[in-house]
């Protein structure tokens, strides 16, 4: 019997390594990448990344920084694009993802 689920290869496939967490009220979040400054929403989170509503142009490699109002500053590289939303693979030092996580944790 063959498997319907995609590979991690094909359109539609699950390449998410960890449990992603929704954000219930998504707020405004400014993002900076190459000295443009952009607005976005955070829509979920997990430790390697974060998925954002982003209706802006944004290249696949582009390094991205995000000021939370709560954990500060997270950097990080655009993973993936489509029409309404970015991924963004995070680029910290795991304890100071952790902490990171932590103080967004607070308000999803």
């Not at 929704?22 to 405004?28: C, F, L």
């Not at 500060?72 to 655009?78: D, K, S, T, Y």
Request: proline share 7%.
């Amino acid at each position: 019997m063959s498997s319907t689920q995609p590979t991690a290869d094909e359109p539609g496939a699950e390449r998410r390594r960890r449990h992603r967490f929704p954000v219930d009220s998504p707020k405004p979040l400014t993002a900076t990448s190459r000295g443009r400054i952009y607005t976005c929403q955070l829509r979920d989170i997990s430790l390697d990344g974060i998925r954002l509503a982003f209706q802006d142009e944004m290249p696949e490699g582009n390094v991205i920084a995000l000021d939370h109002p709560i954990a500060g500053i997270l950097c990080g590289v655009c993973a993936w694009r489509n029409d309404d939303n970015m991924g963004v693979e995070l680029q910290l030092p795991r304890a100071e993802l952790e902490r990171a996580l932590k103080c967004i944790s607070l308000v999803i």
